[in-house]
């Protein structure tokens, strides 16, 4: 089945540090979606990728789909401490008439002053 | 707005008990999704329907576990009975579907925790 990996499964970063996490997928992506989950509480979404070679901002954030549609990346600069908690992609399988998404492992950030 | 709403937030009962966790989905939306989040292993996908209808069931662990969407608005998981392995967060999730060929986006509702003695 389809196995989506995200690397580093933790980081801990001091405010200001960059930080990236990459998510791999074995098969071809349709899209991927990209959720944010603070400590405690439900996933987000932050932002959805369909374009080979995509990449979309917002604000500190960086997102980008790979050529191949098999990996993507989300890239914070200058990391604050609202940016604590589990990020995840998601890849997304069209199955005719719905879309199933599969959760990445996620990588928890803390972020220190 | 409302957002997705799940039933109860809390739940802790002992083994063998029946556990029903609820979800009303936000309205218009027509795909419902069950996911499951533990330590160990992560956010899984237990069943997702579209249009009331079950899409996909491959996620759910075993016959103890169940999942009826009785309208379009609302969804029931059920576990009967229940073991302490069951112990987990259990989050509902909406969405609007696919849109030109692409799936949206999941709103999540707040989760129920269950703690199975």
């Known amino acids: 089945g389809q196995q989506v990996m995200q690397i580093p499964q933790y980081q801990h970063v001091q405010e200001g540090e960059d930080f990236t996490t990459y998510c791999n997928s074995s098969?071809?992506?349709?899209?991927i979606q990209w959720y944010k989950q603070r400590p405690g509480g439900h996933p987000v979404f932050l932002i959805q990728l369909v374009k080979s070679g995509e990449v979309k901002k917002q604000k500190r954030l960086t997102f980008q789909f790979g050529e191949a549609k098999k990996n993507s990346s989300l890239h914070i600069t200058a990391t604050q401490t609202t940016d604590v908690g589990t990020y995840f992609c998601?890849?997304?399988?069209?199955?005719?008439?719905?879309?199933?998404?599969?959760f990445g492992t996620g990588t928890r950030l803390q972020v220190t002053l | 707005d409302a957002g997705v709403i799940q039933s109860p937030r809390h739940e802790v009962t002992e083994m063998g008990q029946e556990v029903t966790l609820r979800c009303k989905l936000i309205?218009?939306?027509?795909?419902l999704f069950w996911y499951r989040q533990t330590m160990m292993r992560g956010l899984e996908l237990l069943i997702y329907?579209?249009?009331?209808?079950?899409?996909?069931d491959s996620g759910m662990p075993e016959d103890r576990f169940s999942a009826k969407m009785p309208n379009a608005s609302f969804s029931t998981l059920k576990i009967q009975p229940s073991e302490p392995r069951d112990s987990a967060v259990y989050f509902c999730?909406?969405?609007?579907?696919?849109?030109?060929?692409?799936?949206?986006?999941?709103?999540f509702g707040e989760g129920s925790r269950l703690t199975v003695l």
């Open positions: 329907f579209n249009n009331n209808v079950p899409i996909d």
């Open positions: 098969t071809t992506l349709s899209n």
């Open positions: 309205s218009g939306h027509n795909s």
């Open positions: 998601a890849e997304s399988l069209n199955t005719g008439t719905a879309s199933k998404l599969t």
């Open positions: 999730a909406s969405s609007l579907g696919l849109t030109s060929g692409v799936g949206g986006e999941l709103f």
